[in-house]
């Protein structure tokens, strides 16, 4: 656990074994973009001087190491480039990377000490989350000498917030944290049972309510969308639902998150490269997880239930066939043209339990489609929902956290690409256009016209193949921080007022 906190310290007082500034160019030099409460003038100077003399850059991503010069305690200042001003990133995000990027570059030293322009609570604790996000590493399966040294603790220097700011901040990425370790976690020790136990084990101390629905009720009660995609495992699929109660709320946030321990596509069967990330296909599960450990942290003045669909998709002897015909929960029967778009019949299930609450807003999240990494890359996830001022309150709610979402919609004229010959629906529709849109339009058919219900498709940012700003290489954790921000939101009266 890393310890984090606020100082009115300076970096010359700051007992810290390494110091994060930022630096800004201006005109032909670059400089210290820091306030004079956490580096004095006369340390500034002799700063601005090593800097130039190593000739550091200001490029978002440039990184330098710099000997401290006297009187600073600590060892090294890391500079960190914090690029040009830009409209499309908030100022706090900006800061809230440069964190993270030195958290990674001093991630050898256990003390970090973070002096950065920082003016108000909003950029301290971003600080904070970039720095301990940054910081992250996976190492339940290295061995001891593979293991990299941890920072100990972090301290944002040179301003007066309480340190309730800091434990907030902990609070927001210990809950992404345990989202990225779910998803980073290798498949084989992370079957359906295996994620329910984990899951379990971490939300029922924090107050989480768990009820696990295994595969008997599930039969029982007809839930032949998860049914259908987890029987070709030995590991029998399972839904858990999650329920979070404050006395105090007035207001009911629905999540609903695709957890697919492991994608093989079933008997429609993927190329193998094609398998070599698919630990990640219960990225929505695991960032739903990871909202319950931030509301059993922050304890927000709101009801929240969440619904994990948990399955393996294998191609076993008893796998479900294309053209295989299943009665999902609610009576909706569907087609299953292909094995490898399952995620959205283990979601049917789950959206109907959930809608069958009445909650105030529905939301769900899934890596859904590749068609949504096609048409938005590998950092946007696409929203869509019924509710266009919900989908719109999802997209700047994650503009504030540093969750990149774009508005998409769910085109009507698609919709006949979905009609079955023997069925209610298939669950695939064109084949060659819209694919991201198609699923959506599948996702709705299993959610009230009265319920807003926002879709979150987060095929691209949930897992990065490069490591940038806060963002590890591995699981993201994406979704969390939003569906945080939703939930305070919905608490406030100012989501959906």
């Known amino acids: 656990m890393v310890e984090v906190s606020v100082s009115t ?50 490029n978002v991503g440039d990184t330098t190491l710099l000997p401290s010069p006297a009187p600073v305690r600590a060892a090294v200042v890391i500079g960190i480039g914090l690029g040009t001003p830009r409209t499309d990133i908030a100022d706090h995000e900006i800061l809230r990377r440069a964190a993270g990027a030195g958290a990674r570059a001093g991630r050898q030293f256990e003390r970090l000490g973070l002096a950065l322009a920082v003016h ?41 917030q309480a340190n309730e700011v800091a434990a907030g901040a902990a609070a927001v990425a210990g809950a992404v944290a345990f989202a990225r370790d779910l998803v980073n976690t290798p498949p084989g020790a992370l079957r359906p049972s295996a994620m329910t136990e984990q899951v379990l084990a971490t939300l029922e101390p924090l107050g989480i309510e768990c009820e696990v629905i295994d595969a008997a009720r599930l039969r029982e009660e007809g839930s032949g969308g998860i049914l259908g995609v987890g029987q070709g495992s030995s590991d029998e699929p399972r839904l858990i639902r999650l329920t979070y109660r404050h006395p105090g709320a007035r207001s ?28 990640y296909d219960m990225s929505g599960a695991a960032a739903v997880a990871g909202t319950f450990v931030g509301l059993g942290r922050l304890r927000p003045v709101v009801n929240v239930t969440g619904w994990l669909a948990v399955a393996e998709n294998m191609p076993g002897g008893r796998a479900q066939r294309p053209g295989d015909v299943i009665s999902m929960y609610g009576g909706k029967t569907v087609e299953v043209l292909n094995t490898d778009a399952e995620g959205r019949l283990v979601m049917g299930d789950a959206l109907v339990r959930a809608a069958a609450e009445e909650p105030d807003a529905l939301i769900d999240i899934a890596t859904l489609t590749g068609a949504q990494v096609v048409a938005l890359g590998a950092t946007t996830a696409g929203v869509m929902g019924n509710h266009d001022l919900l989908r719109s309150r999802i997209q700047e709610i994650g503009y504030e956290v540093g969750e990149s979402l774009w508005p998409m919609p769910l085109p009507p004229e698609l919709r006949p690409s979905l009609d079955s010959t023997v069925a209610d629906i298939a669950n695939i529709g064109d084949r060659t256009n819209g694919g991201m849109l198609t699923a959506g339009l599948f996702l709705q058919e299993f ?51």
Do not use: C, N
């Open 120 to 160: 108000g609570t909003t950029e301290v604790v971003a600080v904070l989350e970039g720095a301990l996000l940054g910081g992250y590493s996976f190492d339940a399966f290295r061995t001891s000498t593979a293991k990299p040294t941890k920072t100990t603790s972090i301290s944002v220097l040179g301003v007066e």
């Open 252 to 279: 009911h946030l629905a999540l609903v998150g695709k957890g697919i321990t492991f994608d093989s596509g079933g008997l429609s069967l993927k190329p193998p490269k094609s398998m070599e990330t698919m630990k």
């Open 447 to 497: 959610v009230p016209e009265d319920v807003p219900w926002g879709h979150l498709d987060i095929a691209g940012p949930a897992f990065s193949t490069t490591a940038t700003g806060y963002t590890p290489k591995g699981a993201t954790g994406f979704g969390v921080r939003t569906l945080l921000g939703v939930a305070v939101a919905l608490a406030g009266g100012v989501l959906l007022p």
């Open 9 to 58: 310290s300076s970096i010359v007082e700051a007992e810290v074994d390494a110091i994060i500034v930022g630096l800004q160019r201006h005109g032909d030099e670059v400089r210290i973009a820091a306030d004079p409460a956490a580096v004095p003038d006369e340390v500034r100077q002799r700063l601005d001087e090593g800097f130039a003399a190593v000739h550091a850059g200001a």
